[in-house]
């Protein structure tokens, strides 16, 4: 028989005792049901849990796991499923993915330990979203292949002189786009800070996370009242108005993954924390 662990999705307020309902039916991570872990019968905050596989989750099968992007993926979306169930109900601690405890009974002691300073949190948070900023640069790449002269070149011109023509002004249209990129961002700033109330820097997406054309150049989440959403996504996403060579891209509204203060993982002998 295949030993199970808990896995920790987020911790969220259910004063109205409407969670259970919305997590009926909805497959966790290994398809597994998903259920709540209180801090006695009657507390109001809450530990979204489900069991998945020990060997799964194993130090050695981790870290194998983490390389294998087809399993990512499906413990990712998993993991944001429930995250979202839950938002539409209430507002959420998304905790780090593949947060694992030993059993129920060590979640629920995490979360006596920590209900007071849950519960500040989630109320700091109420109706609240984070949105996602991330400006990217599109200036063309660098290519040795020299560019078709245009209609009014010096017909005389050499293929060296040619060559380091289209180089020179190929710099400086890359160069023109960076600047470019960083006025969008000062304008971003000036946007957001209308309307958010808190901003997080993250590192800047590149490989297999850098979808979409262009160069990822900020990766900001900022949190922001629901009353303001609407603006904030207008304001932001005019940000590189009259600008070529940059994008804005805005998502959202998402559960505050960036603002969420997660506790330590109680180690699993053998697993990840």
Do not use: C
Not at 46 to 56: F, L, Y
Not at 60 to 79: I, Q
Not at 221 to 241: I, K, M, N, T
């Amino acid at each position: 028989m295949t030993e199970v662990i808990s896995y920790a999705y987020a911790v969220a307020r259910d004063a109205g005792g409407s969670l259970t309902e919305a997590l009926a039916g909805l497959p966790g991570v290994a398809d597994a049901p998903v259920h709540l872990v209180r801090a006695g019968e009657r507390g109001d905050v809450v530990v979204a849990v489900s069991p998945v596989p020990e060997e799964d989750f194993h130090e050695a099968a981790l870290r194998a796991n983490l390389e294998d992007l087809e399993w990512l993926e499906s413990v990712a979306r998993a993991h944001h499923r429930v995250i979202e169930a839950l938002a539409s109900r209430t507002t959420v601690l998304p905790l780090r993915l593949a947060t694992v405890y030993l059993d129920d009974e060590r979640v629920r002691r995490m979360l006596e330990a920590r209900q007071e300073a849950f519960a500040g949190r989630l109320a700091e948070l109420a109706a609240h979203t984070e949105w996602g900023v991330k400006i990217y640069v599109e200036a063309p790449a660098p290519t040795d292949r020299p560019a078709p002269p245009p209609a009014d070149a010096d017909a005389g011109l050499s293929p060296g002189r040619a060559y380091l023509s289209h180089r020179k002004a190929q710099r400086h249209a890359r160069e023109d786009a960076y600047r470019d990129a960083e006025e969008v961002a000062r304008r971003v700033e000036a946007a957001a800070r209308g309307h958010a109330v808190d901003r997080v820097q993250h590192r800047v997406q590149q490989g297999e996370l850098a979808r979409g054309p262009g160069e990822n150049v900020v990766n900001d989440a900022y949190l922001v009242p629901l009353g303001q959403a609407e603006r904030f996504r207008a304001d932001v996403s005019r940000a590189a108005e009259g600008l070529s060579g940059v994008r804005v891209e805005v998502t959202g509204p998402w559960a505050p993954y960036s603002f969420a203060t997660p506790p330590e993982t109680e180690p699993v002998p053998g697993a990840a924390p």
